[in-house]
């Protein structure tokens, strides 16, 4: 399989390690709006091919799939092309930064009947699998979610500590992830939500600190918590509070509420999220089925997040 990776920036790099564990999949070329930044990425990894047009490369009959790590307000419009192309995507997270935008890619997906796949790779990683397996087999049911998704940010840096020309936010990124899984795990349609956020940055211009708390209709709870004001251990944290037992993720490490470790070492092929979630993503085209975080199985995720995008413009014209 022949992929085209398009955007150069650190999760772009972070897909190309996790795809070089793939059997047969060929990362083909690199696609950034700077040939730069696309040739120094290449040149690490030995790819030989380097593009600065996303629409030329799309024209390729020799490329197969694209994965996006482009910025934010990009997705949607290049998820679209890339099915128009007649190409198989993966996008990383989020599929949109509207919930308009976010039912325009499932519409082309439904039209197209190509994969496309959102990086959320929350349901790959082995610390939240495990969990889910234990819901799964009956063995416990999920009655609460607390979760913190703590950074410090001052400046509009990526993962690398690298200028970027793009803003993060913290509802249509950060808090999709969260958003996402509590509906995956608790298998519970979200019926009630509510969201405040602190001051907007002078200079960044989003807010630095959000509170969210949701509600499935079959009772479960999400309380979220947000910041770019922590100046302490950075990250996100999911407590899954159930009938039979408590468990913390943090990343790849899971332990039970007394703070005892929990081996996840054996629960998949790789301890490696992103590889997990690559691989889910290349076999879902080659067996022609719809993979495990298909835009259609996030949907609700995105309706969660405008309705939530909905109280907070309703709030900056409260008074």
Not at 118 to 140: D, L
Not at 227 to 235: E, H, K, Q
Request: with cysteine; charged share 25%; glycine share 8%.
């Amino acid at each position: 399989m022949r992929i085209a990776l398009v955007g150069a920036g650190a999760f772009g790099e972070k897909h190309i390690d996790a795809l070089a564990q793939v059997d047969d999949v060929e990362v083909v070329t690199i696609v950034s709006a700077s040939l730069e930044e696309a040739r120094k990425l290449a040149d690490k990894h030995g790819i030989a091919d380097v593009s600065d047009s996303y629409e030329e490369t799309l024209k390729r009959d020799d490329i197969d799939a694209v994965i996006l790590t482009t910025p934010t307000p990009m997705h949607a419009r290049q998820a679209i092309q890339a099915m128009d192309a007649g190409k198989h995507v993966e996008v990383e997270i989020p599929v949109a930064d509207s919930w308009a935008d976010a039912q325009a890619v499932l519409a082309k997906q439904q039209e197209t009947g190509l994969v496309c796949m959102v990086g959320h790779t929350r349901r790959f990683n082995p610390s939240h699998q495990w969990v889910k397996k234990r819901i799964e087999a009956g063995e416990f049911n999920i009655q609460a979610m607390d979760v913190e998704t703590f950074f410090f940010r001052r400046k509009n840096i990526n993962a690398k500590g690298e200028p970027r020309s793009w803003t993060d936010h913290l509802l249509w990124h950060h808090a999709a992830h969260s958003v996402d899984i509590f509906q995956y795990m608790t298998g519970s349609k979200v019926v009630a939500g509510h969201v405040l956020q602190g001051p907007k940055h002078p200079e960044l211009g989003i807010a630095m600190d959000m509170s969210i708390q949701l509600k499935t209709e079959a009772g479960q709870i999400l309380t979220l918590a947000l910041s770019f004001n922590n100046d302490g251990p950075l990250g996100t944290f999911f407590r899954y509070i159930g009938d039979t037992g408590t468990y913390i993720a943090r990343y790849d490490d899971l332990v039970n509420g007394k703070e005892e470790p929990i081996d996840v070492s054996k629960v998949d092929i790789s301890m490696n999220g992103i590889e997990l979630q690559d691989r889910e993503f290349v076999a879902a085209i080659r067996e022609g089925r719809e993979p495990n975080g298909s835009v259609q199985s996030v949907f609700e995720c995105y309706r969660v997040l405008g309705d939530l995008a909905a109280q907070l413009d309703a709030q900056d014209g409260w008074s």
